[in-house]
């Protein structure tokens, strides 16, 4: 018997520590690391199947061909073969145009390990390429704290058991940040209070002390109502002059522009709730907001959590132990990125496409046009908005390459599909975005049939490239695993995390060496070394200055309810579910009263619709869930259906600052139902 280390690579607040046990080159089980102290031996139920998932028949482990797309017809081919086929369409399509613009590639968070950015890197080599930015994830809400603190740094979550205040906020950690729940639990033994404000009663609301419900895309005005209650009984932080900037501009605002009645009748939150909200929150010290990310995925999303980050400073919370509003951070990405950036061939600039408008850009793309795709780390068809553009898009592509594990909604359209390994058969590192942990994933067993890393066919890819035409590829043509994860932590890495040496990571996972508490000395990263209430670089973007209320999209006669599809406890996206569980419909999960007016009961089939698609889903009643909303929880593909096809495109407010983009606006998707 052996043990492994590995860090999960799932876009999720965890970032788990495993520990995976080995039997003559078997992979026989994994548990959580209980050695470090925020997985604590713990795992949740997308980890705990991995097992399964490795060695599963359904799992793809050889390079396949798909005769025609759609037909489902695979034919096995050798890796000589699909190299081959990817390198000649490269070479045929930069020699065709001049250029290598035609060829795009289409990536993102499928698998965090830093080294999967080795696609990026290939593409860097080949020359300037057609390239997604942008997150579909948390875009507004990263341009909005870098707004107001700078950067967007978050406390450790650990700090959050010292809060006697927690207000969980569009979030839902019983379900998507398991390993936070006991240290909500610890702050509840010390008599803390936790609300949980959202737009239905989730399992987290069950385990909250009080529930608010509040209409989608109105928690900033719920905030802004709430900030002006604290002004009118004078719990406002008597020092906000010593650090920050624009607090009379935002208190005028309050003054004049925020009225309670009309706060309380477009949130529906009633305003002696308001009031106790604000009171206790005013009150209390230390209190910790912690925003969650479907906050943002609104119209107005920026703007909801500048507002929610102004009443944490209004009310003197933010660099208080156990207190602040958390969202997210990013200091434990500082790696070299070597890797992704290899000296280019040519002195071009890649041709920057928003990954949210990823196919109605990719066909404005006409100079030259986009004629090849790579999909990486992403699935696209089951995740972005405006299927009937994407379907266009096919249509004019040469070549469709996906590398994934399994077949998905993306692969349906795929010509080759490269079978990829698991974070159990190659070395890795991984950072995470919400703890400030980082380790590495070492190989516990070898790879299964002809898998490959995303580095290995990176570097197999650029080595058929300049065996057909020599230096057509800058990337490097072969290399060790171990050695290019070591070569990341540059110097300041490995400031961050205290190591002498890039071998010391070999050890374990290590802390990053940031303060518990976020801005604990309130000395903050924007130009004025103050929060900012009041943003130059907003009003230079063409944004409000200070954090106002903005409504979100209303329906239209034609779609009159909002269809909101948060995550589910067993999957991220379409990755996770599981294998074992049967096929069947979307289960449309809403008010008893929408589901009488309807006619419709427990059990019924029913059908929701708009202008971009239908589905087939099964009604679920529910207490919790307001007449106006319908929720679907994300579990992957249903009956060869996929949810996104009811969505659109809308942005956010913001994301261009940061990641280059707006966000993906998905909760202002709305729909019509009918009974079948």
Known sequence: MELHQHICPRNCYDTCSIVSTTRKGVLISV????????????????????????????????????????????????????????????????????????????????????????????????????????SPCWSAG?????????????????????????????????????????????????????????????????????????????????????????????????????????????????????????????????????????VEYGQTHPACIWAGFGLQRYTNGGQTLRAIDALGALAGHLGEQGGGVQYAQFETWRFSKALQNPPKPLKQIDRLININKFSEEALNCTNPPVKMLWISGRNPLSQDGNLHLWKKLIKQLDLIVVSDLFHSASSEVADLFLPVTTHYEHWDINAGYWHYWVGVNEPAILPLGECRSDLQIAWDVSSQLNKLVPGSCSFPTSGKEKDTLLRELGPEMLAILSLEKPEAILKGPVRAKFPRTAWENRNFSTPSGRFEFFSIQAANANLPPLPVFVP?????????????????????????????????????????????????????????????????????????????????????????????????????????????????????????????
């Open 142 to 278: 990263v341009d909005a704290q870098t707004l107001d603190f700078g950067t967007f740094f978050c406390s450790d979550p650990l700090d959050m058991a010292k809060a006697k205040l927690i207000w969980l906020w569009g979030v839902n950690p019983a379900w998507t940040a398991t390993h936070q729940m006991p240290i909500i639990f610890d702050a509840i033994d010390q008599g803390a209070k936790v609300v949980c404000l959202d737009t239905h009663f989730s399992a987290t609301a069950a385990r909250s002390h009080q529930f608010v419900q509040v209409r989608p895309g109105t928690d900033g005005l719920l905030a802004l109502g709430i900030a002006k209650i604290l002004l009118e009984e004078n719990l406002i932080d008597p020092k906000l002059s010593n650090y920050t900037l624009g607090h009379e501009e935002f208190i005028h605002y309050l003054e004049t522009e925020i009225s309670l009645d009309q706060c309380s009748q477009i949130t529906g939150v009633p305003i002696s709730t308001l009031r106790e909200l604000a």
């Open 552 to 676: 979100p999209l209303k329906p239209s006669s034609a779609a009159l309810l909002r269809l909101l599809t948060p995550h589910h406890y067993s999957t991220i996206n379409s990755q996770g579910y599981s294998l074992d569980a049967p096929i069947t419909d979307f289960i449309l999960h809403l008010a008893p009263e929408l589901a009488q007016r309807y006619d419709l009961v427990a059990g019924d089939r029913a059908q929701i619709w708009n202008e971009c698609g239908h589905l087939d889903v099964v009604i679920h009643p529910e207490f919790g869930i307001s007449t106006d909303l319908v929720i679907i929880y994300q579990e992957g593909v249903r009956n060869n259906s996929p949810l996104n096809r009811l969505l659109g495109t809308p942005l956010t407010d913001m994301g261009h600052l940061s990641l280059g983009a707006p966000g993906f606006a998905l909760n202002e998707t709305f729909v019509n139902l009918r009974k079948q």
């Open 31 to 134: 548990e959580g690391n209980p050695n470090h102290e925020y997985t604590l031996g713990k795992l949740c139920p997308k980890a705990l199947d991995d097992v399964k998932k490795v060695y599963s028949p359904q799992r793809i482990r050889y390079p396949m061909r798909q005769r025609s797309r759609y037909s489902g017809f695979w034919e096995r081919i050798s890796w000589d073969e699909a190299l081959t086929l990817i390198a000649e369409k490269i070479l045929d399509l930069k020699e065709q145009y001049g250029t290598a613009l035609p060829i795009a590639l289409n990536k993102y968070s499928g698998n965090f390990g830093i080294l999967h950015n080795a696609v990026d890197g290939l593409f860097t080599g080949i020359g300037a390429t057609t390239r997604a930015i942008g």
